[in-house]
């Protein structure tokens, strides 16, 4: 008998039904045994989001400062799982407060310590370099990642972006104007999410997990566009700096931290729509010189390693 721990935080539910799919063929398995924990902020994040809430939580989200959550119950905690399934979402180019906190937690040290885990992300494509992130909290647990999925919008950048906004302050995941595509994750990925569970369920009764990434990429787990890389880096270069400002000043005054995040916003926008369009032209003009780079780079993040 195996058993394996689905753990994960999601608001919309989306990763919620992402996961269900992946675990099906595990589900259906009478040997294993399936345990789902979802993690929860003691004080929850209101879904759909106002504007307002949506902006105050970027400095934290950023700079991985953790909130309490809720106890994990013991009847959860005190058992030894064969595998973790570790669902996130990304928030400012990090993980969600209640995953980065729990990954800080006591909770995690007693039930990732030695443990196998697959991280499954479902973001809407800007994933790269939070995955570095969680990659080194789970050294920091002891536990050894052992494969990971990657869940995205596939459509165009500039369109999910637009697409997600009506999503996550609307709450439903329709067609903006009836004319843009539905945001999230496409329901074919949704629905297809148990291919990986079958891989998965494969690797874990062979007891060997040593070739279970490079056969999850072979099937489509993990595909990185090399410009979301370039971006993701100076999305992080910038947020440190907005980040680390904004949450200083508000140490100080909650009026200034208002202010800040105001002027955040209309960074964030000009950003988007004018710094992003340039650094997309840089990256195209300097695409053949880096090829050998970029090829490398896909690589890296496409594994389990921890540069
Ligand atoms: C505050 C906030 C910030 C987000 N920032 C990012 C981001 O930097 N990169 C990204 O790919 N997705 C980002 N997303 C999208 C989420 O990763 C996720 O796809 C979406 O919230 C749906 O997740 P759910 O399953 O929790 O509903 C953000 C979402 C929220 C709410």
Redesign the pocket.
């Known amino acids: 008998m195996k058993n394996i721990l689905v753990l994960y935080?999601?608001?919309?539910?989306?990763?919620?039904e992402i996961l269900t799919n992946l675990v099906n063929p595990l589900l259906e398995d009478s040997n294993c045994l399936v345990t789902v924990q979802q993690i929860e902020p003691e004080e929850s994040y209101e879904f759909p989001?106002d504007k307002k809430d949506?902006l105050q939580?970027f400095p934290e989200?950023y700079l991985q400062i953790p909130r309490p959550n809720k106890s994990i119950p013991d009847a959860v905690k005190n058992k030894k799982y064969d595998l973790i399934i570790f669902g996130y979402?990304?928030?400012?180019?990090s993980p969600s407060i209640p995953i980065n906190s729990f990954l800080k937690g006591d909770d995690a040290q007693v039930l990732l310590k030695n443990t196998p885990v697959i991280t499954v992300n479902?973001?809407?494509?800007?994933?790269i370099l939070t995955q570095e992130k969680v990659k080194r909290l789970l050294v920091d647990c002891k536990a050894e990642l052992v494969g990971n999925i990657a869940f995205?919008d596939r459509h165009w950048n500039h369109i999910s972006v637009i697409t997600?906004v009506h999503w996550?302050m609307g709450g439903k995941k329709t067609k903006y104007l009836g004319v843009f595509p539905k945001p999230?994750v496409s329901e074919e990925d949704i629905n297809g999410a148990g291919k990986f569970g079958f891989i998965i369920k494969k690797h874990l009764f062979q007891e060997n997990f040593k070739q279970l990434q490079e056969e999850l990429v072979k099937d489509g787990a993990v595909q990185i566009k090399p410009f979301l890389i370039r971006s993701d880096k100076s999305g992080n270069h910038i947020f440190s700096k907005w980040s680390a400002h904004i949450y200083k000043v508000g140490l100080k005054s909650s009026k200034r931290r208002a202010k800040w995040l105001n002027f955040f916003e209309y960074y964030l926008q000009f950003a988007i729509w004018v710094f992003v369009p340039i650094v997309f032209v840089i990256f195209l003009l300097t695409y053949l010189p880096f090829y050998a780079r970029i090829k490398k780079d896909i690589k890296y993040y496409q594994s389990v390693r921890l540069r």
């Open positions: 935080y999601s608001q919309s539910g989306q990763l919620g989001w949506f939580v989200s979402t990304v928030w400012y180019l479902g973001s809407r494509n800007m994933w995205v997600i996550m999230g």
